[in-house]
């Protein structure tokens, strides 16, 4: 099942040490927009982490992975990395953090919005 989503399955979410998935439904639909708008390929590297997940990652105590309205999206070229940014702001997300081979990019309103991070 892929509670509507066009270019994921909901499983692409899942949390690899734990099979958890407690992602966020309006996370993942504005995801979905973002790819649609994008037109090229959104490999999820991360998305759902479990705490201990988390830990083994060295994610941060506060990361949003963990509320699942986060995901590190693969991206290896400059070209995919402006049309995956251009898409993912002109959805709605406010915090982005583009790295040389993923962008991180989340939906914590608990968090500073309209930031991007190194």
């Known amino acids: 099942m892929n509670n509507g989503l066009r270019h994921f399955s909901i499983s692409d979410f899942?949390?690899?040490?734990?099979?958890?998935?407690?992602?966020d439904p309006a996370f993942l639909n504005m995801l979905d927009n973002a790819r649609s708008r994008a037109g090229v390929w959104f490999?999820?590297?991360?998305?759902?982490?479990?705490?201990?997940?988390?830990?083994?990652?060295?994610?941060?105590?506060?990361?949003?992975?963990?509320?699942?309205?986060?995901?590190?999206?693969?991206?290896?070229?400059?070209?995919?990395?402006?049309l995956m940014i251009e898409a993912l702001i002109h959805?709605?997300?406010k915090r982005i953090k583009p790295a040389p081979r993923f962008i991180h990019v989340d939906f914590d309103l608990m968090k500073d919005q309209e930031v991007m991070w190194l």
């Open 91 to 93: 959805v709605g997300f």
């Open 43 to 82: 490999v999820v590297n991360s998305g759902y982490r479990c705490p201990k997940h988390n830990a083994e990652v060295y994610g941060t105590k506060t990361s949003s992975h963990q509320i699942g309205v986060a995901a590190d999206i693969k991206c290896t070229n400059s070209r995919d990395r402006f």
């Open 14 to 23: 899942d949390c690899p040490c734990c099979g958890e998935n407690n992602m």
